[in-house]
């Protein structure tokens, strides 16, 4: 069997390679990505450095793998930045998953799973939480829109093709590898620094009040690969855990595991233009079809913070 990942050097992309090469001995596992490939994650010759803008090269790419799986995973995968480069969002998460579609069907006998989100859900309440997939989406940052795009996309190559493309919306994975663009990320890069000397004992934080429904990337990834192996082509299945962290409370517990004094001061330039008090996912789905989470919240911080203390 032949797996192709796009944006195979992102967080999510590296370790669903690592996975498949773990979990199937006779698996071979490729990758393509616009920046450099991970070191030491894929043989040179099986990365490919591509734009998914470029359809003529992903087209290439595709037929010389012909993969029985593709992994989508290169977008502009950034929820708060998307309101400074929403031109940059659209284009690469709409057409470069168009792209990415046109070139699976193409080849054929090959099943495709988009990298949706829960960014689809938009303007929410916590009244609405849990958050089922039958929800009507309503999309509000220019990421959310162009990632409900993407999976009506997906949807419409399903229902028009009989293409078998699994669709996972992704709640907020965490883990190793990943810059510090999202609030634990930058929280554990600013306490690592503190920790090394290289930055007083002072945090700057946004919005601690919030509730966010965290996953481990290797818990998302194995519930992904659940989804390909036994899922229904089609249908939208939340990748989450159902629990809702408070900021504060993960910003405490990072302080703890980093063995630091810190005084933490809020910064007006980390509060985000569109911030949901609550965002809580029903996960039943994905637990129908096996999923079990390995990985505790503290596990998962506590290999964030180790990350940020080699790469600071």
Known sequence: MKVI???????????????YQEANSGCDVYGLDITSPVAGLLPEDKFFKC???????????????????VIHMAAQAYNG??????????ATNIQGSLNVLYCAKAIGNT????????????NI??????????????????????????????????LNYD??????????????GHPPTTAIQNFARQLAKIKTGQAEPIIRVGNLTTRRDFIDVRDGAAAMKLLIEKGEPGVPVNICNGIPYLMSDILDMLIVISGTIVKVESDPALVR???????????????????????????????????????V
């Open 5 to 19: 990942i796009t944006g195979v050097s992102g967080m999510v992309g590296s370790f669903f390679a690592r996975i």
């Open 51 to 69: 734009n998914i803008l470029e359809r003529d090269a992903v087209m290439r790419i595709f037929e010389s793998v012909r993969p029985d799986i």
């Open 81 to 90: 930045i998307s309101w400074d480069c929403e031109y940059l969002t659209h």
């Open 111 to 122: 099943k495709v799973l988009l990298g949706c989100s829960s960014a689809e859900y938009g």
């Open 125 to 158: 309440t916590p009244d609405d939480c849990p958050l089922i997939e039958e929800r009507p989406l309503k999309p509000f940052t220019p990421y959310g829109v162009s990632k409900a795009a993407m999976e009506m996309l997906g949807y419409q190559y399903y």
């Open 163 to 176: 293409f078998p493309v699994f669709l996972p919306r992704m709640f907020i994975h965490v883990g190793p």
């Open 273 to 311: 233009k569109a911030d949901e008090p609550l965002l809580l996912g029903n996960c039943d789905k994905i637990k129908a079809l096996g999923y079990t989470p390995k990985y505790t919240i503290r596990q998962t911080l506590e290999d964030v913070f180790e990350d940020w203390m080699h790469r």
